[in-house]
């Protein structure tokens, strides 16, 4: 039997918080030209995918005030929301992080946006910035 192929950790995307996609997307879509790519929506949150070399930037308008994108808007206004790192094996590194005494905000992985399994560590273990995890 061979081995499974190690790509190593890469960012696989930046989720940028937005208050209406329609303000942002029009920048980075024509004058970027970062073509669109389809996503689903997620955690509350409409998403839209662009595309910027082997990295996607997510585009996250929340669908109500009370979901998590809602309540980061609020709080913080629009910005850089979180930092998805696509890992070879999530179980190993969720492991990895429990024994680094890291805070995790998913203990299991879930369903993301993308069809892939995720989970999110906590800010305050990365240096104060969200950090999501997800498979290649």
């Known amino acids: 039997m061979?081995?499974?192929v190690r790509r190593g950790t890469r960012i696989a995307h930046i989720g940028v918080a937005v208050r209406a996609?329609?303000?942002?997307?029009?920048?980075?879509?024509?004058?970027?030209d970062m073509p669109e790519v389809p996503l689903g929506?997620?955690?509350g949150a409409t998403i839209v995918?662009?595309?910027?070399?082997?990295?996607?930037v997510e585009l996250l308008e929340a669908q109500a005030e009370d979901t998590p994108i809602g309540k980061y808007v609020a709080k913080r206004g629009p910005g850089i929301h979180h930092v998805c790192f696509a890992v070879?094996?999530?179980d190993g590194m969720l492991q990895k992080c429990r024994d680094a005494?890291?805070?995790?905000?998913?203990?299991t992985p879930r369903i993301g946006a993308e069809g892939k399994r995720i989970a999110?560590?906590?800010p305050s273990a990365t240096g104060g910035?969200?950090?999501e995890l997800s498979e290649y």
């Open 49 to 56: 995918g662009l595309a910027s070399g082997e990295s996607l």
């Open 129 to 131: 910035v969200l950090v």
């Open 88 to 90: 070879d094996d999530l």
């Open 21 to 32: 996609i329609d303000e942002l997307l029009p920048f980075m879509r024509d004058v970027l």
């Open 2 to 4: 061979t081995e499974p």
């Open 120 to 122: 999110f560590l906590h």
């Open 41 to 43: 929506n997620s955690d």
């Open 101 to 107: 005494g890291l805070r995790l905000i998913d203990e």
